[in-house]
């Protein structure tokens, strides 16, 4: 059984920093083995990609309105993986999803979510002055 679960978000202002974990637990699955992903919503919103990263560590893929602002990470060692974001904006407000391929040795990180077969319950991130 894979359970995923975030932490790390909260309330912050306009311009702050706030680093995000996913700390997985994944039965009979090697977490080293497969992508990873972050996605959020915003209220009255679809579901969006932010951030994916594969399974070696050695490929990210960020959506264009978090380039160079948020950053992808994994430990392998320990089932886990980050986001990084830097430079908040309001329009960042949203509940922050990691998610799992159960795909495993993937060349290519998806940016669907249909791709994910495995969610966290989310973290709230608020950015407001």
């Known amino acids: 059984q894979v359970q995923l679960a975030e932490s790390g978000g909260g309330l912050v202002q306009p311009g702050d920093s706030l680093k995000l974990s996913c700390a997985a637990s994944?039965?009979?699955?090697?977490?080293?083995?497969?992508?990873m992903a972050w996605f959020r919503q915003a209220p009255g919103k679809e579901r969006e990609f932010v951030a994916g990263?594969?399974?070696?560590?050695?490929?990210?893929t960020y959506a264009d309105s978090v380039k160079g602002r948020f950053s992808i990470s994994r430990d392998n060692s320990k089932n886990e993986v980050y986001l990084q974001m830097s430079s908040l904006r309001p329009e960042d407000t949203a509940i922050y999803y990691c998610?799992?391929?159960?795909?495993?040795?993937?060349?290519?990180?998806?940016?669907?979510?249909?791709?994910?077969?495995?969610w966290g319950q989310g973290t709230q991130v608020t950015v407001s002055s």
């Open positions: 990263i594969r399974w070696n560590n050695r490929a990210s």
């Open positions: 994944t039965g009979t699955l090697t977490f080293s083995n497969h992508n």
């Open positions: 998610a799992l391929d159960s795909r495993a040795w993937v060349a290519l990180v998806a940016t669907t979510s249909s791709n994910y077969d495995y």
